[in-house]
T-cell receptor, first 114, second 114 residues
């Protein structure tokens, strides 16, 4: 399977703490993306990191990518109750894969307690 | 600009019944995808389209058909529904920029087959 795998499956923290989620994948990639899904809703794109980038920031989000280990991490700093959601990593499958196609992992369920 | 919309939001079918799920996007995207999401699993690609009049099979196409007669619409059909098709169905359209692809998701259709 080319899909990414998130770790942990579930994460429960207090407001103000940082949340770190990891993603491992198996094939080469051109880019890796993180998505968020609130309960009962569709996925929302958070951030994209290219294979030649090692770190990227967007607001309270920080994504790292280690292509030698085929892994990525998503850090949410100073978490809020509104960050409660499932977070998915998605890879593009690299060269030879269907253009535009993404391979999603099973997600990390983050719960932030007030 | 409504983004990606899906119709209906909920549906209950009896085994053997048929139905069509409609996905519409107003962003002039070429690529559109249909996924299903089941508990504890990531998104699995059913069918996709890279342009008006073209469709292709994804990972789990059996029991589904699709059509892309108009660029803005992507239809997913179930000819004879089975309980195994109980799932949440998401449509996505893809924005291409440079060599990258970002997916925009609809709100989902929750289908129950009894």
């Amino acid at each position: 399977s080319q899909q990414g795998e998130e770790d942990p499956q579930a994460l429960s923290i207090q407001e103000g703490e940082n949340a770190t989620m990891n993603c491992s994948y198996k094939t080469s990639i051109n880019n890796l993306q993180w998505y968020r899904q609130n309960s009962g809703r569709g996925l929302v794109h958070l951030i994209l990191i290219r294979s030649n980038e090692r770190e990227k920031h967007s607001g309270r989000l920080r994504v790292t990518l280690d292509t030698s280990k085929k892994s990525s991490s998503l850090l949410i700093t100073a978490s809020r109750a509104a960050d409660t959601a499932s977070y998915f990593c998605a890879t593009d499958g690299g060269r030879g894969s269907t253009l535009g196609r993404l391979y999603f992992g099973r997600g990390t369920q983050l719960t932030v307690w007030p | 600009n409504a983004g990606v919309t899906q119709t209906p939001k909920f549906r209950v079918l009896k085994t053997g019944q048929s139905m069509t799920l409609l996905c519409a996007q107003d962003m002039n995207h070429e690529y559109m995808y249909w996924y299903r999401q089941d508990p504890g699993m990531g998104l699995r690609l059913i069918h996709y389209s890279v342009g008006e009049g073209t469709t292709a099979k994804g990972e789990v196409p059996d029991g589904y058909n699709v059509s892309r007669l108009k660029k803005q619409n992507f239809l997913l059909g179930l000819e004879s529904a089975a309980p195994s098709q109980t799932s949440v169905y998401f449509c996505a359209s893809i924005r291409r920029f440079e060599s990258l692809y970002e997916q925009y998701f609809g709100p989902g259709t929750r289908l129950t087959v009894t």
